[in-house]
């Protein structure tokens, strides 16, 4: 069994609970779970641990590739100085990105957010 570093750990749950903010909004603009699980190639109950922040169910590389299928932009560093390890997340803001796609959305409402 591996266990990850805290860093890893803490960069995780940083980007979990900013996925989990977005796919909220996607929700309640209209699109399912379902739909973002088919986009990501996921199952819906993936996107469901990612909305409810049940970060121990899903692993990095899963949370990764939603937010590529997405479009979300962002940005992970761990680094480690001195024997003391680090980490920085920086995510798009779930408001700009919300804007986005409503902006998106508005121009073909066919087309959700592929």
Known sequence: MRYPHEATLAAKNRFVNHLSYIIEQLTKDGT???????????????????????????????????????RLEYTITLSSRLGKASQTVTVQSGF???????????????????
């Open 32 to 70: 399912t779970q379902r739909d973002i699980a088919e986009i990501a190639k996921v199952s819906p109950s993936v996107i469901g641990n990612i909305k409810h922040g049940n970060v121990h169910r899903v692993s990095f590389d899963i949370v990764k590739r939603v937010a590529d299928a997405l």
């Open 96 to 114: 700009e990105y919300m804007k986005k796609a409503r902006l998106i959305n508005e121009k073909s409402p066919a087309t959700h957010i592929r």
